[in-house]
């Protein structure tokens, strides 16, 4: 079966760094997103991994291993409105969109 | 980035009616287009993959006739909700994908029903 894992809830200190981590087992992969969902609205994109390695998008910065089937999300400087949970997903054989349950980050002052 | 719409963004109606809710990619043209079902303090469940110009491929447990997909032109796609019940009062968000610059979905703002 395919299978995305990730914590279910984190917590963070404001100003701090938090890292949320992302295990998959899929059949096939071309790729790997990460959203961020606050509540009551739609995801939007925050980065899209397609080979290994470190990309990094001003605050935000996300990881990729294939071999490990690992991807991480790196948020730096955390700020209050950064609360919200955050989805991995991965895009399997046909194309499809594999969904994490989501992670919930709760910034405390 | 790009841009998805989608429009109502609240939608309260009584049960036994029919809503429509459009989805539009507002900078892009877009092929597939994806319509989501997401219940509270649950992740994403894909209803239906939409492509233009051809039927929509509904995934498993999902109702054709229910929920019916309509992907009119390379910007818009709809999803009609016919005889809507209290159980399909859900948050309904669609995403459109671009192949430019990279391949990437993008989500709507999602449309809130609720059927009483």
């Known amino acids: 079966g395919q299978n995305i894992d990730q914590p279910t809830e984190m917590t963070a200190t404001e100003g701090a760094i938090v890292q949320i981590n992302c295990t998959y087992q899929t059949s096939g992969f071309n790729g790997l997103f990460w959203y961020q969902q606050h509540a009551g609205e739609a995801p939007t994109f925050l980065s899209y991994n397609v080979l290994d390695g470190l990309e990094e998008k001003g605050r935000f910065s996300s990881f990729l291993s294939r071999s490990k089937g690992y991807s991480y999300l790196l948020l730096k400087e955390l700020q209050m409105k950064d609360s919200a949970s955050y989805l991995c997903?991965?895009?399997?054989?046909?194309?499809?969109?594999?969904w994490g349950a989501g992670t919930k980050l709760i910034i405390k002052p | 980035g790009a841009v998805v719409s989608q429009h109502p963004s609240r939608v309260i109606c009584k049960s036994g009616t029919s809503v429509k809710i459009e989805c539009r990619s507002l900078?892009?043209?877009?092929?597939?287009m994806f319509w989501y079902r997401q219940f509270p303090k649950q992740s994403l469940m894909l209803m239906a993959t939409s492509n233009e110009g051809s039927k929509a491929t509904y995934e498993q447990g999902v109702e054709k006739d229910k929920f019916l997909i309509n992907h009119a032109s390379l910007t818009l796609s709809t999803l009609t909700v016919t005889s809507a019940h209290p159980e399909d009062s859900s948050f309904y968000i669609c995403s459109a994908r671009s192949g430019s610059p990279q391949e990437t979905q993008y989500f709507g703002p999602g449309t809130r029903l609720l059927v009483l």
């Open positions: 900078d892009f043209q877009a092929t597939t």
């Open positions: 997903a991965v895009v399997d054989s046909n194309y499809q969109l594999i």
